[in-house]
């Protein structure tokens, strides 16, 4: 090694101690200052981001992989990122896991992201590193979920949620005729995560439509459970719903024939309709003596059960379209041209500027007249699945 590498890496060595000591002086709610890693002119060898010469770096932060959409929603996003010439860190929160997606997006700043998109696992949790984000200057996405509690979020890019669920409650009203029909209609509600805004919101747009039937007693619920607080499902985990429908099972002696008679089951996604389809076809309901059962997302495996006669309908949000409106979001940040949004959603700290995309529901034959889609033409005919992918 000779002389000047010698300055060199004693200078390097230095910095380096320097930095590590101001970083193990921070508080966990202090603002990390600018990211640490080293310039790029000064930097040897190492583990760092490699440099972006005309992309930005752009980290993807989605909560859990043990869910398809979000692997769909990862893959589709880091796709076209890396289309219009970014670098992308792509990490998921293990299954669901707070502490490991908080220490991602901290990592995601640390590394000098330029911009962070993140679908939050529990929407309060972030706060922190996004207060260091906003203190060095990075633009945060709040992805199909609300970062809440936080002034440091530029843009929410998502699809309209209270919509779902009205989608979702007029399926029912539509499929039972409450508009006419005496009942009473024996009904069940399987809400999301309740750390998850889009949970209530889901809940709150099927129940708007809903409530007239329960007041006037057209619809029943014989459980009990029609406040959010009874009806979420911890994680949206299909074992978590499946387990409490088993219960609402007998406790109610709900059975396919010779007991109580279930007209319906309002399930806010798939991953409940899910477990709420296993827990009825495992106490002996065919497609022949199956409720109503909603969902959202399309996701394969409740398709195959929609044309399987287990599941009704499935409100379908294109997450191509939300993956490519981010990133015509971001372009539009970077260019310092105009961000085009549609509403404001509240934070709890500020009102956050946001697109909606527009869902639709899908059933397996559609019908024009209420404005359904067929599964052919949302999911096959679009591209979005194989006929494979949905083949059970
Ligand atoms: C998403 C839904 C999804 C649910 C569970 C929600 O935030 O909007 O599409 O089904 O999370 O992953």
Redesign the pocket.
């Known amino acids: 090694m000779n002389k000047t590498k010698r300055i060199l890496c004693l200078a390097l060595v230095l910095m380096l101690a320097f930095s590590f000591a101001a970083c193990s002086s921070k508080t966990a709610d202090e603002p990390t200052a600018a990211p640490t890693v080293a310039p790029e002119t000064t930097a040897p060898e190492t583990d760092a981001p490699p440099p972006v010469d005309e992309g930005k770096r752009v980290g993807i932060s989605m ?1 859990t992989q043990s ?1 398809q ?2 692997n769909q929603d990862g893959d589709y996003l880091k796709q076209e990122f890396e289309a219009a010439g970014h670098t992308v860190d792509l990490q998921y929160g293990g299954d669901n896991d707070v502490p490991t997606q908080v220490a991602q997006v901290d990592q995601m700043v640390a590394d000098g992201c330029d911009v962070i998109v993140i ?1 939050a696992i529990d929407g309060s949790s972030l706060s922190a590193p996004l207060a260091a984000a906003k203190a060095a200057g990075i633009t945060i996405i709040s992805y ?2 609300l970062l809440l509690n936080s002034d440091a979020v530029d843009y929410y890019a998502t ?1 309209n ?1 209270v919509k779902v669920g009205t989608l979702q409650g007029t399926y029912i009203e539509n499929a039972l005729d409450l508009k006419n029909a005496e009942g009473p209609f024996n009904i069940e509600f399987f809400a ?2 309740p750390g ?1 805004s ?2 209530g919101y889901f809940f709150q747009g099927a129940i708007d439509v809903l409530k007239p039937y329960l007041d006037s007693g057209v619809l029943v619920c014989p459980s009990g459970g029609t406040e959010f607080s009874q009806a979420a499902t911890a994680d ?1 985990n299909s074992a978590n719903a499946q387990s409490r429908m088993e219960n609402i099972i007998s406790q109610n002696s709900y059975a396919p024939s010779g007991g109580t008679k279930l007209d319906a089951v309002m399930c806010s ?3 409940t309709a899910f477990g709420v389809e296993t827990a009825l076809v495992a106490a002996g309901w065919t497609k022949d003596t199956m409720p109503i059962v909603t969902g ?2 399309c996701d394969k495996a409740n398709v195959i059960n929609m044309k399987a006669g287990l599941q009704s309908m499935s409100v379908f ?1 294109d997450t191509r379209t939300l993956a490519a409106r981010v990133v015509t979001m971001v372009t539009a940040i970077l260019e310092g041209a105009a961000v085009e949004t549609t509403t404001t959603y509240p934070n709890g700290t500020m009102d956050v500027p946001t697109f909606e995309c527009d869902p639709g529901v899908v059933t397996v034959d559609g019908d024009s007249a209420l404005g359904y889609q067929s599964v052919q033409v949302a999911l096959l005919d679009s591209g979005y699945y194989s006929e494979a992918d949905i083949t059970g």
């Open positions: 909560p869910l959409r979000w679908a199909d979920r699809f949620n999301g995560d998850d889009n949970a949206w996604n798939d991953s959202q997302d949000k």
